[in-house]
C-alpha cells in the first residue's frame, strides 16, 4: 500500500506543481513530496524479506532523510508518526490504522511552528479525525478507507475557503491534494489492483562505466558469457572437442558440460557473438547472459577508491582542530556563492527555489563541518523545516538554524555575526537584522492566475516581495523599477541589486543608474548573483 500511494504521487506531482498559488517557474509542492516518499520508498525496495518494525523504520527513517521543502516535511512527520504506532502491530484493523493517522497527525502539528489551516495538515487532521470516528463500527477495511478518503476529499474541497489567497487564485491546497494522491495510490495498492513496482527493486537502471588503461591490460578477455544449447541433434564427442577448441581459440575459463538434449556453455572471451554464431549451428539457446567482466572491476575500483576518498575526508575533517563555531548556508548561482564564501560561510549547499535541499543533504553538510556550533542559513522559507528536522536528527554538536527565507536575508545575518559575542547573542542579532530586510525576487509566471488583485498571465514579469506580488508587466526594467518602488521607504539606506544568470551585465548597469537617479539618498549595489530563472534578487534596508 505504501509503494502504490508512492507510485500514485509521483504520477500526479507536475499536476500538484501547477496548484502552487504563485505561477513561478520551479519545482514546488508535487516534487518536494514526491522525493520524499520516494527516499523512502528507495530504502523499502532495497528490503529484504522484512517484518512490519523493519518496513516501519525503513519508511520512518528514508522519508525524514529525504524530505524537501515544507511539504515534504510535513509529508514525512506524518509517516514518521504513523509508523511509530503501527511497528510491532502484527496486523492492522480500522482501528489500529485510526490511531496511526492520529499520532502521525499529532507528529507533524509538533514539527510545525505556526500551523495553517487550510493545508495538508487540515486535510490529515480531518481525515485522521473521521478515521476515528468510523474505527468502532467498521466492518470491513474497505468500506472504511472509501469513507476516510472521502472525507479528506470533502476537506481539500473546501481548503479555498480557509485560505483566501487559495480561493483567489482558484486552487485548492496543493500539499493537501498530494496527501489524497497518497491515499488514493494506497487504497489501490488495498484492492489489489497491477501497479509496477519495478523501480522500487533493487537492481538499478543501466550504468555506463568507462573502462581504464589498467582495467584493460588486467582483465584479457572482457566478457563472462554463459549459455544453454537445446540441441537439435545429439552432440557426438567429436563434435563436442571440436566446439571446445573453437572456444579456447576465443578465450579462456571453459566450461562446456553435454548431454543428449543439452549443453550448457561457459566462456570468458572478447567475442561472445562469435561463440553464440558458432552455437546457433548446434540448436536455440536459452539462458543467455553476457557480463562485461572489465566493467564490473572498473566498478569495484571506483567504489573501494569512493570509500576510500570519504574515509579520507572524515579523516581530514576529524584532524582538523575543533572550531568553536561555523557557518553553513543554501545558495544558488556562482556570485551569490562567492559572496558567502567570502563572508566566511563554511559549507555550501546548493539549491533554492528551483530544488529544495533535502534533510539527508543538511545532515552531510553538517558532518563536513568540524564546529562545535553550527550555524545554518536556509535562505528559503521552504527549507527551513528541513533544516529543522537536521537540527533534530544531530546529537554531537549545537545546530542553530537562523529562519532566513531569502538569500539577502542570510548575507545580512552572516555580515552581522560579530565573534566577541557569545552564541544567544548572535542568534538574536541575526534574527533582529534579517527582520530589517525586504527581498524582492523578478522572474516569469508560468501559467495564468489573478493573486493579490492582480491579473497575471503566462509569460508576464512579476516582482515578488516578501508578502506578495509587488508588480506585474511585459518589461522586466519597468517591473524591477516598480518592484523597487514598493519596497523603498524614507529609511531606506542601502539598495542591493544581484543580477542572474539569463540578465545581461550591461541590462544591470542600466537599471542601476536609473536607480541611482531616483534614489539618492540611497547607496546603490550591483553584484553578479548568477541566479537561475530569478532577472533579479533586490534587497532593501
Known amino acids: 500500500m505504501f509503494l502504490a500511494g508512492a507510485k500514485n504521487l509521483e504520477a500526479k506531482k507536475e499536476w500538484i506543481n501547477e496548484l502552487n498559488v504563485f505561477p513561478v517557474p520551479d519545482g514546488d509542492t508535487g516534487t518536494n513530496m ?18 512490519m518494525e523493519t518496513l516501519a523504520k525503513a519508511i520512518s527513517s528514508g522519508s525524514l532523510r529525504g524530505a524537501r521543502g515544507n511539504s515534504g516535511v510535513i509529508l514525512s512527520q506524518l509517516l514518521r508518526g504513523f509508523t511509530k504506532s503501527v511497528k510491532t502491530s502484527k496486523e492492522l484493523d480500522a482501528k489500529a490504522i485510526a ?129 544453454i544449447i537445446l540441441l537439435d541433434h545429439p552432440m557426438s564427442e567429436e563434435t563436442e572437442h571440436e566446439f571446445k577448441k573453437f572456444l579456447m581459440s576465443l578465450g579462456d575459463s571453459i566450461v562446456l558440460v553435454a548431454d ?119 535562505n528559503n522559507k521552504n527549507i527551513i523545516l528541513a533544516a529543522n ?31 566577541e559575542k557569545n552564541g544567544q547573542e548572535n542568534t538574536e542579532a541575526m534574527i533582529q537584522a534579517i527582520e530589517r530586510v525586504k527581498t524582492g525576487q523578478v522572474t516569469y509566471a508560468v501559467r495564468d492566475t489573478r493573486i493579490d488583485d492582480k491579473e497575471i498571465h503566462e509569460g508576464d514579469i512579476m516582482g515578488i516581495g516578501d508578502k506578495g506580488i509587488l ?13 523597487i ?5 524614507d529609511e531606506s539606506e542601502v539598495i542591493s541589486i544581484y543580477y542572474g544568470a539569463d540578465t545581461e551585465e550591461s541590462e544591470a548597469e542600466e537599471l542601476v543608474a536609473a536607480i541611482e537617479e531616483a534614489y539618492p539618498d540611497c547607496d546603490v549595489e550591483l553584484n553578479a548573483g548568477g541566479q537561475p530563472i530569478y532577472y533579479y534578487v533586490i534587497s532593501v534596508e
Do not use: W
Not at 537540527?391 to 560579530?418: F, N
Not at 508588480?471 to 526594467?477: F, H, P, S
Open 260 to 378: 543428449e538434449e543439452i549443453v550448457k556453455v561457459h566462456v570468458h572471451t572478447n567475442h561472445p557473438g562469435q561463440a553464440i554464431e558458432k552455437a546457433l549451428t548446434f540448436g536455440a539457446l536459452s539462458r543467455m547472459k553476457i557480463d562485461n567482466m572489465r566493467e564490473e572491476h572498473q566498478e569495484k575500483l571506483i567504489k573501494d577508491a569512493e570509500k576510500l576518498a570519504k574515509e579520507q575526508e572524515e579523516k581530514e575533517v576529524a584532524a582538523q582542530p575543533q572550531k568553536e563555531v561555523g557557518f553553513i548556508s543554501v545558495s544558488v548561482g556562482k556570485g551569490l556563492t562567492e559572496i558567502f564564501k567570502e563572508l566566511g560561510v563554511d559549507y555550501l549547499i546548493e539549491g533554492g527555489q528551483t530544488m529544495n535541499p533535502s534533510t539527508e543533504d543538511m545532515l552531510n553538510a553538517i558532518a563536513k563541518v568540524n564546529a562545535k556550533t553550527i550555524y545554518i542559513f536556509p
Open 99 to 227: 490511531a496511526a493517522m492520529e499520532k502521525g497527525v499529532e507528529t507533524a502539528y509538533k514539527a510545525v511552528m505556526k500551523p495553517k489551516e487550510g493545508t495538508i495538515l487540515t486535510v490529515a487532521r480531518e481525515a485522521a479525525a473521521k478515521a476515528v470516528e468510523l474505527a468502532e463500527t467498521a466492518e470491513d477495511l474497505d468500506t472504511f478507507f472509501q469513507a476516510v478518503i472521502a472525507h479528506a476529499e470533502e476537506t481539500l474541497a473546501k481548503t479555498p475557503e480557509m485560505l483566501p489567497v487559495l480561493k483567489e487564485a482558484g486552487v485548492v491546497d496543493s500539499g493537501g491534494q498530494g496527501l489524497l494522491e497518497v491515499y488514493h495510490g494506497a487504497y489501490d495498492g488495498f484492492l489489489g489492483k497491477e501497479i509496477d513496482y519495478d523501480q522500487f527493486d533493487k537492481a538499478k537502471g543501466p550504468s555506463v562505466t568507462k573502462i581504464d588503461a589498467q582495467t584493460e591490460a588486467e582483465i584479457k578477455f572482457g566478457y563472462c558469457t554463459e549459455f
Open 34 to 51: 514526491t522525493m520524499t516518499i520516494m527516499a523512502a520508498a528507495a530504502e523499502v525496495g532495497s528490503l529484504g524479506e522484512s517484518d
Open 471 to 483: 508588480a506585474v508587466g511585459k518589461d522586466r526594467i519597468d517591473v524591477t523599477k516598480e518592484t
Open 485 to 489: 518602488a514598493e519596497m523603498v521607504d
Open 389 to 419: 528536522q537536521a537540527r533534530d536528527l544531530t546529537e554531537d554538536k549545537e545546530i542553530v538554524v537562523v529562519p532566513t527565507k531569502t538569500i539577502p536575508q542570510g548575507i545580512t545575518a552572516m555580515i552581522s555575526y560579530v565573534p
